[in-house]
């Protein structure tokens, strides 16, 4: 950190709940009076806000019934999805109906033309390598989708 630059404010906020470590940092906030300034005004709302209290607390099963009444319902990806096709092919009809005639007949065909010429650069492929490389090329490809869907999962979990 050089000295003509000062940190952020959530760095500032780091130094005050001592997480930040960066000796950099510390020294400048030593030697910056605006800093130091952004610095006392932290600590001061950090001092009222412990200085807050109430007598109310939450029910000690607060967050198992809070989550028990709460119900996960997954964002409907597809419907949404075929919404913004259908505005947009809407859309694109309606702006110039040369291009989306354009599309559908050069387009969809460069496309399939796309898909055959890799789908037989792959048989080549297969063709002209060793078996062992193959199994594992393909052993490797299902590794990285387990941990793919691991990862999902512990995801999944957390959420919900």
Not at 51 to 60: G, H, V
Request: net charge negative; proline share 4%; aromatic share 12%.
């Amino acid at each position: 950190m050089t000295g003509k630059v000062c940190p952020d404010y959530l760095t500032i906020q780091s130094v005050v709940d001592n997480e930040e470590e960066d000796q950099a940092v510390l020294e400048h906030l030593d030697q910056c009076s605006a800093c130091r300034k952004k610095e006392e005004e932290i600590r001061s709302m950090v001092f009222y806000a412990n200085q807050l209290s109430s007598k109310e607390r939450l029910p000690a099963d607060f967050c198992d019934r809070l989550s028990e009444r709460a119900v996960y319902q997954p964002f409907p990806a597809l419907p949404f999805a075929l919404a913004l096709f259908a505005i947009a092919f809407a859309s694109v009809y309606i702006i110039d109906p040369g291009y989306l005639n354009w599309w559908l007949t050069v387009g969809i065909t460069s496309n399939i033309g796309l898909f055959l010429d890799t789908f037989f650069e792959l048989l080549y492929f297969g063709i002209n390598t060793e078996p062992v490389w193959i199994i594992l090329f393909l052993a490797t490809l299902v590794l990285i989708e387990v941990i793919i869907l691991s990862g999902i999962k512990r995801l999944e979990g957390v959420i919900k």
